[in-house]
C-alpha cells in the first residue's frame, strides 16, 4: 500500500480513537473543566471546587464490582473520611439512557440513602461527555486532581480485581494512600494504575 494511504488510514484511526475513547488525562497535567448536573439539577463545575483536593468516581450502582465497594461500606468509608478533610468527592455516572446504571433521579437518590453514600454530588454524564473526556473505562474509576487544578491519580481504586467483598479488607487501597500522602504534605508514591470493574456504558 501506498505510503500516503497508509498515513491518511492511520491519521482516520486516530481520530476515530479521540472520538470513541476521549483524549483521556496526562498525570500532572491540568485536569478537563467540566459542567454536570447532580440529582437535584444543580451544576457543578471543576472549576468551582479550585483550590482543593477533587476525587471523581465514576459509579454504576449495579455494577459488580462497585458493590463489592458499597456493600462493604468501603467507598461511603472513604467517601465520609476525605469530605470531613475539606476534600470535594464527585461520584459521576455515564450510563447513557436504556444502560445499565442509568436510573432516575428518584432511584440514585433512593439508592444513595440506601447506601448511606456520602459524596459531595452525584453527578450524571448520560452524554458520556466527560467520561469520555477523561478517558473513563470502568466502574469504579478513580481520578484525583490538586488545588491546582492537576491530575495527580488516575486508575484503579485497589489493587484486587475482585467482586468478592471480603478482598477489600486485605487490598492496597490507592486512593486512600494518594490522599493521605498529599494531606500530609508529601508526593504521591503511586498515580496510575490501571482500573478494573465493569465497562462504562456509554
Not at 500516503?4 to 483524549?23: D, K, Q, Y
Not at 471523581?56 to 468509608?77: A, R, T
Request: aromatic share 10%; net charge neutral.
Amino acid at each position: 500500500m501506498h505510503s500516503r494511504h497508509i498515513t491518511i488510514i492511520l491519521f482516520a484511526a486516530l481520530l476515530l480513537g479521540t472520538s470513541a475513547f476521549g483524549v483521556g488525562i496526562e498525570i500532572g497535567k491540568p485536569a478537563p473543566n467540566f459542567s454536570l448536573e447532580d440529582v437535584s439539577g444543580k451544576a457543578h463545575m471543576l472549576k468551582d471546587y479550585a483550590g482543593k483536593y477533587v476525587v471523581l468516581e465514576w459509579v454504576n450502582f449495579d455494577c459488580p464490582f462497585v458493590k463489592k465497594h458499597y456493600d462493604s461500606g468501603n467507598m461511603q468509608m472513604l467517601q465520609k473520611k476525605y469530605t470531613e478533610q475539606d476534600v470535594i468527592w464527585l461520584s459521576i455516572n455515564s450510563s447513557a439512557p436504556g444502560k445499565q446504571g442509568n436510573f432516575s433521579s428518584e432511584e440514585i437518590i433512593k439508592r444513595s440513602l440506601e447506601y448511606k453514600a456520602a459524596p459531595t454530588a452525584y453527578l450524571v454524564d448520560d452524554k458520556g461527555r466527560v467520561g469520555k473526556w477523561y478517558g473513563a473505562k470502568t466502574t469504579p474509576h478513580m481520578f484525583i486532581i490538586d488545588p491546582e487544578g492537576n491530575v495527580i491519580y488516575a486508575g484503579g481504586i485497589d489493587d484486587k480485581k475482585s467482586v468478592n467483598v471480603e478482598d477489600v479488607l486485605v487490598s492496597k487501597n490507592y486512593v486512600s494512600a494518594a490522599l493521605d500522602e498529599v494531606l500530609a504534605g508529601k508526593e504521591v508514591s503511586i498515580n496510575f494504575t490501571k482500573s478494573y470493574g465493569c465497562s462504562v456504558k456509554y
